[in-house]
């Protein structure tokens, strides 16, 4: 069975504290995703990967950064968290670029509070 | 980017009753998904469907790429089908990403 599994299920941060957000795939996937979600906005791109070491940016990715060391982990980095970082936070995991119709797939979710 | 619209934003139905929620985009695809987000937040996967018509027990959707816009169906619909089901789309000069709609919230009463 397809698994995209986030470390955590609720996370509370305080201001200023650096932040790491994990996500593995099972499915030797070599696209990744981080999406955050909030409410009346919808899901946005913070960072993808394609490819181990490769890093693209999404549409929101002032604040975050990403590693992808391993093909099967994509981690998402708050530097320096901070309050509108209080968010739900969503990895996807997707099939190889030679194969580029293929179907995502997404982790539990983590819900991070900033206070 | 693309631009996905989805409508409605919100249906409120009755037990038992059949839906259709639709899906707009903006430019061709060759990857379209249909995602129902459950209570804890999870996104499921409902459809994989780029084009053509599929079935699954009481949910089909259709994609008709040509004319850019996908359709979801519930029939008869149940309490457990409460949530916000999502449409994503994708192409092939876009890395993998999916682009997604803002959602339709769907509420179910007994």
Request: glycine letters at 8%.
């Amino acid at each position: 069975d397809v698994k995209v599994t986030q470390s955590s299920r609720y996370l509370v941060k305080r201001t200023g504290e650096k932040v790491f957000l994990e996500c593995v795939q099972d499915m030797d996937h070599e696209n990744m995703f981080w999406y955050r979600q909030d409410p009346g906005l919808g899901l946005r791109l913070i960072y993808f990967s394609y490819d181990v070491k490769m890093k693209e940016k999404g549409d929101i990715p002032e604040g975050y950064s990403v590693s992808r060391e391993k093909k099967e982990r994509f981690s998402l980095i708050l530097e320096s968290a901070s309050t509108n970082q209080t968010s739900m936070y969503l990895c996807a995991s997707k099939g190889d670029r030679g194969r580029i119709n293929t179907e995502a797939f997404f982790g539990q979710g983590t819900r991070l509070t900033v206070v | 980017g693309i631009q996905v619209e989805q409508s409605p934003p919100d249906l409120i139905l009755q037990e038992g009753a059949n839906s259709t929620l639709r899906c707009n985009f903006s430019d061709s695809v060759n990857n379209l998904q249909w995602f129902h987000q459950n209570p804890w937040g999870q996104l499921i996967n409902l459809f994989y469907i780029p084009s053509g018509t599929k079935q699954n027990g009481r949910l089909s959707a259709t994609t008709v790429a040509t004319e850019r816009y996908s359709l979801l169906y519930i029939s008869s619909s149940q309490t457990t089908d409460s949530g916000v089901y999502f449409c994503a789309v994708g192409r092939g000069s876009t890395l993998g990403r999916l682009y997604f709609g803002r959602g339709t919230q769907l509420t179910v009463w007994p």
